[in-house]
C-alpha cells in the first residue's frame, strides 16, 4: 500500500533526492558526518559487542558500511528504494575492491520505519530478527518520521536485552 500525507511526501522527496545525496555523501560521507557523528558513534560502540547490527534509514549505507568495517554484520533498511539501490551499489564496488571484509555481510532491506504494515513483515521474519541485534542505528532518519509509535513499538523485538539504540539528529548553532 503507497502511504499518501506527510509520510508518502517524506519518502517521495528522497526517492527524488536519492542520486544527490549519494554523490554528496560519497564513501566518507561530508564534514558534518566526520567531525559530529563518527565520533559520537564511536564512542558508543567502545566496548560494545561486535556481532549484529540494525541500520535504519541507511540512505547511501555510509554507517552500514562503518559498522561493518567494526566488526558488524549489517542489516541496512531504508524506505526509499532509490536510496537502497545506492547503498547497494556503493557497498557492492566496497566488496569488490577489498574495502570491506566479506565475512562481514551488509543485507538491505525495504523499511519504512512509519509503516506499521512494513514493520510488521519485517519483525515477522525469523531469519532477521535472529537473536536481535546488539546494536540499532538511525543516523538523521529520525527527522523525517512523523509518528514515532510504530518504531517504538518494534524496539523489543530488535534490540538484545544487552543491545542499545543511537538515534542521531545534531543541531548546530551559530
Sequence with gaps: MEQT?????????WENHARSWDSTMG????????VLELPALKRMISGQKRNRA???????????RWLAEEGFSVVATDGARAMLEHAKARTTLWYEEGRLDKERKISFE?????????WAQFT???????DGFDVVVMNMGIMDVHDLE?????LTSLLKQDGWLALLLFELSK
Design 150 to 154: 510504530p518504531l517504538a513499538a518494534s
Design 54 to 64: 540494525l541500520d535504519l534509514a541507511t540512505g547511501n549505507g555510509l554507517v552500514a
Design 110 to 118: 525495504l523499511l519504512d520505519v512509519t509503516n506499521k504494515d512494513h
Design 27 to 34: 564513501d566518507d560521507g561530508n564534514d558534518y558526518f566526520s
Design 5 to 13: 500525507g506527510i509520510e508518502g511526501q517524506a519518502l517521495a522527496a
Design 124 to 130: 515477522s521474519s525469523d531469519n532477521l530478527l535472529k
